[in-house]
């Protein structure tokens, strides 16, 4: 018979297969199916604009596995807390859950009955988390709420996003000349620029502008990268999904790692 910690794990890890999972099928999408760029030249200002031109409709199953990747991070604590309330000699009930939600006060005032039987060590263990809204685990409760929502409603809203772009050619120099003295980085870093001063995140729209180059700079291999994105409003906006995945599996696994002494 697994160990109730082992048993918590092996959840854990079905949620990891399937944030793997969706990171393959995300990654086909965006390789076979590339946003159109469109390029003119604004001669009155002295600048080539790059433009979206066509976005590739996302198919309806990332959505699903997105949801599906979610919902078993979520699951994973709820079969923590089941495990903590039987380690503790108690029984889990209809009610048996990981306490998460939207307020301190509401935390406070209803989380022991979600967890009953827990010790004080434990107990003063979940506090320190803050499930709930803009707390230290504000985190867990965006997991919470987005797995409400794809419980409750078909799709989740996904979108892409402009996560970077190539070098123009000053670019490169200058960052040739820096990574010479901080030594060697990734292929990856050094055909992507993320500049600091790029704007928000946010879903791309056709016809939206992307970047403008001087006439005198600007090359015409420019290239953009772009990812898939969860958009939901008051929650998670223009985050990568792996982005986003992620940081709630490390979260989840960090969770249960606090927790493991007790079971």
């Known amino acids: 018979m697994p160990s109730r910690y082992d048993q918590v794990l092996a959840k854990y890890n079905w949620a990891k297969k399937h944030i793997d999972d969706l990171e393959v099928a995300v990654d086909s999408f965006r390789l076979n199916n590339p946003h159109s760029i469109g390029r003119e030249h604004d001669t009155q200002a002295g600048e080539f604009v790059y433009y979206v031109k066509a976005i590739p409709t996302i198919p309806d199953g990332l959505s699903f596995m997105l949801g599906d990747a979610l919902h078993n991070l979520r699951s994973t604590l709820d079969h923590l807390a089941c495990a903590l309330v039987e380690a503790a000699g108690g029984k889990p009930n209809s009610k048996t859950c990981f306490p998460i939600f ?10 022991r009955g979600k967890v009953p039987g827990l010790g004080k060590y434990a107990l003063c263990l979940l506090d320190n988390i803050q499930p ?28 892409t996003v402009a996560v970077g772009r190539s070098m ?77 995945l992620r940081n709630f599996s490390a979260e989840v696994q960090k969770v249960i790692s606090d927790f493991a002494r007790f079971l």
């Open 102 to 111: 939207d307020t301190p006060k509401a935390f406070s005032d209803m989380s």
């Open 132 to 159: 709930y809204e803009k707390g230290f685990g504000h985190w867990a409760w965006q997991l919470h709420k987005l797995d409400i929502i794809d419980k409750h409603r078909i799709l989740l809203t996904v979108s």
């Open 168 to 244: 123009l050619p000053s670019e490169k120099r200058a960052f040739d000349a820096r990574k010479s003295l901080v030594g060697p980085v990734t292929h990856f870093l050094t055909q992507l620029l993320f500049a600091a001063s790029a704007p928000p995140i946010r879903a791309v729209e056709a016809g939206q502008i992307l970047a403008r180059f001087p006439a005198t700079e600007e090359h015409e291999n420019v290239g953009f990268a772009f990812d898939i994105a969860l958009d939901e409003p008051s929650i998670a906006e223009g985050v990568p999904t792996f982005l986003l």
